[in-house]
């Protein structure tokens, strides 16, 4: 009985991490078809005898983003959207541009974990653990160092430099989402009840009208 009790455990503690990413493909590859219209989950397969060179291919990320912004950082992805052939491989790639003491503002990747790799500049990054001891997990990077920021923790890079800075971030997912937390709580349409956002947030409703209003 209590090796019958070991094999369930066992299998229930793989079996749920195996359905903590994106599912694994069962073919050499499923490259998306963008022509499709049916809902799945993920993007629906191209016919492999029309699989081309070019839907594993995606140039670009040699290209400094334009920074011109209230953040002064931006992000230059490079997934299924702009690579069809990672459609079910649960991989992306991002290039992101900070100008001088801009930031990635703090999000969250519901659907990955994110590696990220200073190849320019210094930045602060971190990242913030869960309910209740909501911690805050931060380190300045240096050119070449690596930094992990797990799945779905709100997590943030600063450019603490007066020059610009750049890095490169690998995703598990081909499509891990973005939850920018700003937009999210004062720009969602429609808005989020100026009554929750002022007691959440323990401030009075004219505060939040104004946080709305940049939004």
């Known amino acids: ?41 993920g993007l629906v397969c191209k016919d492999p005898k029309l699989v081309e060179a070019k839907d594993f291919f995606f140039s670009g990320l040699h290209l400094a983003g334009n920074t011109s912004n209230p953040a002064g950082s931006r992000v230059t992805p490079a997934n299924v959207a702009q690579i069809p052939g990672l459609n079910t491989l649960g991989i992306s790639l991002v290039r992101i541009d900070y100008a001088p003491w801009g930031i990635n503002a703090p999000h969250t990747h519901p659907r990955a974990t994110e590696i990220l790799t200073v190849l320019e500049g210094s930045l602060q990054v971190g990242f913030v ?81 104004n946080f709305q209003s940049k939004f």
């Open 1 to 41: 009985m209590a090796s019958q009790f070991l094999l369930l455990s066992f299998l229930a503690i793989t079996a749920s991490i195996a359905l903590a990413s994106d599912p694994s493909s069962l073919q050499d590859f499923c490259v998306a078809d963008p022509s499709t219209s049916v809902p799945v989950n």
């Open 129 to 209: 653990t869960s309910n209740p001891e909501n911690r805050l997990i931060t380190k300045v990077l240096q050119k070449g160092d690596v930094f992990v920021f797990p799945v779905g923790l709100v997590h943030f890079q600063h450019n603490v430099g007066n020059v610009n800075a750049v890095a490169i971030a690998a995703l598990s997912s081909q499509n891990p989402g973005v939850i920018s937390i700003a937009n999210a709580v004062f720009g969602s349409k429609p808005s989020i009840s100026a009554d929750v956002l002022a007691k959440a947030f323990q401030v009075d409703k004219d505060t939040i009208y």
